[in-house]
């Protein structure tokens, strides 16, 4: 079974600081997923890639192939971001068979 | 607006008794999934359907049963043969099996008393 390691498992940064998570993988996946859980506890898919980068407003997510690696940024982080950041990857067929990161906590502070 | 519902939000069980969790989803997706989270875990997939009369196991599926008698409706039941049920239950769709954007409802805290 795919096993997913993230890191830091918490994290605090002031306003406007730049954010780096990482997701470490340990077999060949399809998709690539980032999750952010707010504090009442709902999920909100942000990314799910399979090679290179993508964007979305302050957001980016990256994918290494070959080294089995993701990270996810946010730029000009702001007090809203705070929350769970959970990283879920998977193998070639399957949504059921994702496995899921135990998540990081990301506390911006103004 | 299209989305996921999940009722209730809280739940309190005494020891023994059967309770069930409602998912409701309109966003016409053809699986969906059922998930738990404890404390320092990452989620575990309890059971998943990917079309309706049909359902899979999946990890921790032991003391939960589930059905899908329509495509928009996937409820949880949480068994007395359930020894640890105390957690935090999220369900999700996806438009297919594979390959898709996962969305998830709100999730419903479930204590048992």
């Known amino acids: 079974k795919n096993e997913v390691e993230q890191s830091p498992q918490n994290l605090t940064a002031q306003e406007g600081e730049f954010i780096t998570i990482n997701c470490s993988y340990s077999v060949g996946i399809s998709a690539l997923h980032w999750l952010q859980q707010h504090p009442g506890g709902g999920i909100v898919s942000l990314f799910m890639l399979s090679s290179g980068k993508k964007k979305h407003g302050r957001l980016i997510a990256t994918i290494n192939i070959q080294e089995k690696h993701s990270s996810l940024h946010i730029t000009a982080s702001h007090p809203r971001d705070s929350a769970v950041y959970i990283c879920a990857a998977g193998p070639n067929f399957g949504n059921e068979k994702l496995t899921f990161g135990t998540g990081t906590r990301l506390t911006i502070i103004p | 607006d299209g989305g996921i519902t999940q009722s209730p939000k809280y739940l309190f069980r005494k020891e023994g008794q059967n309770v069930t969790l409602s998912c409701e989803q309109n966003?016409?997706?053809?699986?969906m999934y059922w998930y738990r989270q404890d404390p320092g875990q990452g989620l575990r997939l309890i059971y998943y359907s990917q079309i309706v009369n049909d359902f899979q196991k999946g990890d921790i599926a032991e003391g939960y049963s589930v059905s899908r008698e329509k495509k928009e409706s996937f409820p949880l039941t949480v068994t007395s043969a359930q020894k640890n049920p105390t957690a935090f239950y999220l369900c999700?769709?996806?438009?297919?099996?594979?390959?898709?954007?996962?969305?998830f409802g709100e999730g419903s805290w479930l204590t048992v008393v």
């Open positions: 999700a769709t996806t438009p297919q099996r594979s390959g898709n954007t996962i969305y």
């Open positions: 966003l016409n997706h053809d699986a």
